[in-house]
């Protein structure tokens, strides 16, 4: 596309477009940015700037990288051969990657298609209330979550997020679903308790036990929160979250939207913890962004339950996803996943995970403002705070003065973004799975200098 046609671009997406998660009055005097192309790691905006992205796409997304000719010539020859028909019937490659999803979850042995993670998530929450209606006369119908985490953007799945400020203006919400609190132990309420993990799940008996068990059918949870500041649950937390589930009858349904694919250095964050979760939803990785899908898997148990003789007519899943049915996104995982095999990807996620960690932790002893680095793979945060000892966290304009200098400087990071009120304070890198040590370099010299910018 010539330069003038670029300009012509930008002059539509300023009068026309409403960008997600954005304030547009500074567009008003600014260019808004247009991301034009992108190879491998890199992306071009609207004045042929190159960046180096180190969130896969701004939301952790585009694990295998930009410019993936097999994802795109898989895509469109399905949708040449069959595009698309409601997922009442099958297509080939939903049955293909399917399949091969499953074998990556032992345990997990139904897929089920939609087209985005707050769609799969809302799926998993309407299987336990059909459920509580079939099988617990309307009991067993609450939905636990965790503060800090999220769930997605509709007014139901923000009623299982645990992000205030996600939150604030869009009640009132869905009935139903219960609070309990966070597993960072860097902000641990109880002051450095060596048991935390175990002390932290426990808050999740305490609810159970408030709310009445027999009203409990499930906990929605975040394997490692993303955008709630990249929590890492400590030692001893999942373990005891699932003894606790088992011995109360609630269903375990992992969101993972983020961590799936890959991203932490295993196909599954949960799997890292020994986690037998009943469900579990994906969607940003599942086809690195080359096609909109998201997939609820659950256990055949689950899916059993929703078996039954055709004559009692309200006894299945009465459940659509239009764009469920979209040939081409299956089409797409199933390349995206045949990169992520072939290339040894998770492999490279350890050793590159290990190294962006090391890294980190050098400028920690440079920065005073880095006050805790934590990650597992590639999915790593830093939090930024006033003073060391006290934990006090900068205010959010800190951390996006930082991504902002990143910026000019040629590398997109990332940050949590107006979501918890006080702690908009961890930046975020989920570079692309590829993503190699003179990357790694890249990003974090870029961090050091926009560190020492704000120090001078
Ligand atoms: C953990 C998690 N779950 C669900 C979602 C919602 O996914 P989507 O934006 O595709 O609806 C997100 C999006 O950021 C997420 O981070």
New binding site residues.
């Given amino acids: 596309m010539k330069p003038e046609n670029l300009n012509d671009i930008v002059g539509s997406d300023r009068n026309h477009l409403w960008h997600h998660l954005s304030q547009h009055k500074p567009w008003q005097t600014t260019d808004p940015m247009v991301i034009v192309e992108g190879k491998g790691l890199r992306v071009k905006d609207h004045n042929g700037r190159e960046y180096l992205d180190a969130v896969s796409g701004g939301?952790?997304t585009v694990n295998v990288g930009y410019g993936r000719e097999e994802i795109a010539d898989a895509v469109r020859d399905q949708i040449l051969k069959m595009c698309y028909f409601a997922n009442s019937a099958g297509n080939i490659p939903g049955a293909q990657f399917a399949e091969k999803l499953i074998d990556k979850m032992p345990g997990l042995s139904r897929v089920y298609y939609a087209n985005?993670?707050?769609?799969a998530?809302e799926k998993g929450f309407k299987l336990v209330r059909q459920l509580a209606a079939l099988k617990n006369d309307g009991k067993k119908h609450k939905i636990i979550y965790r503060d800090r985490?999220?769930?997605?953007?509709?007014i139901t799945?923000l009623s299982a997020g645990g992000q205030a400020q996600r939150k604030d203006q869009y009640g009132p919400f869905t009935p139903g679903f219960v609070e309990i609190p966070h597993c960072l132990a860097y902000r641990d309420p109880r002051g450095g308790d060596p048991d935390y993990g175990v002390q932290a799940a426990k808050d999740l008996e305490k609810v159970i036990l408030a709310e009445d068990p027999d009203t409990i059918g499930s906990i929605c949870m975040?394997p490692i929160t993303?955008?709630g500041g990249v929590i890492l649950p400590p030692e001893g937390y999942w373990e005891t979250v699932q003894e606790i589930c088992t011995r109360y009858g609630v269903l375990i349904h992992m969101?993972e939207?983020?961590c799936g694919m890959g991203r932490t250095g295993k196909w599954f964050g949960y799997q890292h913890y020994g986690v037998k979760p009943d469900m579990v939803?994906m969607?940003?990785g599942v086809a690195s962004g080359y096609a909109a899908i998201?997939v609820l898997a659950t256990t055949e148990d689950l899916f059993n339950e929703f078996l039954a003789e055709p004559s009692d007519q309200m006894h299945y899943f009465r459940d659509i996803s239009t764009f469920g049915g979209c040939a081409g996104g299956p089409a797409a995982a199933l390349a995206n996943m045949e990169i992520i095999e072939r290339e040894n990807l998770l492999d490279n996620v350890n050793q590159m995970g290990d190294y962006l960690m090391g890294r980190l932790n050098e400028l920690m002893d440079k920065h005073e403002i880095i006050g805790e680095v934590r990650g597992k793979g590639l999915f790593v945060g830093a939090e930024l705070v006033k003073d060391r000892k006290t934990r006090e966290p900068v205010h959010e304009s800190v951390a996006a003065a930082v991504v902002g200098d990143c910026l000019k400087q040629g590398v997109m990071i990332g940050r949590t973004n107006r979501s918890m009120p006080l702690y908009n304070n961890t930046l975020c890198l989920s570079p692309a799975l590829i993503c190699t040590r003179d990357d790694i370099d890249e990003i974090v010299s870029a961090i050091d200098v926009a560190l020492g910018n704000l120090e001078a």
Avoid: M, R
Avoid at 116 to 119: A, K, L, N
Avoid at 149 to 154: F, K, L, M, P, V
């Fill in positions: 939301v952790w985005s993670g707050s769609e998530n985490d999220y769930h997605g953007t509709t799945t975040e993303a955008g969101d939207v983020v939803t969607a940003k998201s």
